[in-house]
């Protein structure tokens, strides 16, 4: 799905098919079941997307995260496809930015080998983020996903730029730091010419949570900070009138935030 923030051309690129939303929220069951069939909805109908942000400022391209690559069985991703279908090789991507390392955002930096896919590519990483991945205990991780993020971290060390936040790295490109979802995660804003983009990374996993900001995920490694990061990046999106794009929610992720009474709702594009 293409658009545009001012003079960038984005693509949102669809990393995998959407799965369904149980076991995700660390919510009581009744309080879901109340809140969502009051809307006409179940749980086994919401849907977590996957889905990357391409950006092409014109003097390079900056991928924002890269799924999970070829090296987890049965969580395999298409960037790659879906980039040399739109023309693009993997060499041909400039910069790699991450929002945070968990497996489903970096393990599709390397090949099941070790070789990096995008060999040209440097990679932008907080810097508390990347000493969060750093220290990692691989072995407290599943054997598959451990294998590949052993293999993530000299690539790492050789092609990465761990950057202060809240700093331009690239014209128009900086990270906000939402620390709720994980130590080190962080927010992507670009602007362009008077318009800007947040890409939430894993902010918010549902749209859904749009309207209750309060619903943690299973994910969340601390619930009450991610509701207050939440919070404040609703308002900072309905205040400045930004566009947003969100990892997990439905292709093509891409929409707006909007104030309603006391709460706030998405409007995902073409609604």
């Known amino acids: 799905y293409r658009f545009r923030v001012g003079n960038l051309e984005c693509i949102a690129i669809s990393n995998r098919d959407d799965i369904g939303a149980e076991d995700i929220f660390a919510v009581d069951q009744a309080v879901l079941d109340k809140e969502l069939g009051q809307r006409g909805l179940a749980l086994s109908e919401l849907e977590v997307g996957y889905n990357c942000l391409l950006v092409n400022t014109g003097e390079s391209r900056v991928l924002i995260d890269v799924g999970w690559g070829q090296g987890v069985p049965d969580r395999q991703g298409r960037v790659v496809q879906s980039l040399q279908t739109l ?29 990096p896919v995008y060999p040209n590519a440097r990679c932008v990483l907080w ?13 407290e991780r599943p054997d598959e996903i451990a294998a590949v993020g052993r293999l993530i971290l000299p690539v790492l060390e050789e092609r990465g730029e761990f950057i202060d936040a809240e700093v331009e790295f690239l014209p128009g490109f900086r990270l906000i730091p939402a620390t709720g979802h994980r130590p ?8 362009s010419e008077g318009e800007r983009l947040l890409n939430l990374g894993d902010a918010f996993v549902l749209p859904i949570q749009v309207e209750f900001p309060e619903w ?31 990892f997990h929610f439905p292709f093509p992720a891409v929409g707006s935030i909007e104030r309603q009474g006391e709460g706030y709702i998405w409007r995902p594009v073409g609604a």
């Open 87 to 115: 023309g693009i090789e993997p060499q041909e991507i400039d910069w790699i930015v991450f929002t945070h390392e968990d497996g489903d955002h970096i393990l599709g930096l390397v090949d099941p080998d070790g070789t």
């Open 216 to 246: 943690a995920t299973v994910f969340d490694t601390l619930p009450d900070k991610a509701a207050e990061d939440r919070l404040r990046l609703m308002e900072l999106a309905v205040a400045d009138g930004v566009q947003v794009f969100a």
């Open 127 to 139: 810097k508390e983020g990347w000493e969060h991945f750093r220290a990692t205990d691989w072995d």
């Open 184 to 191: 080190g995660h962080s927010v992507v804003e670009i602007s």
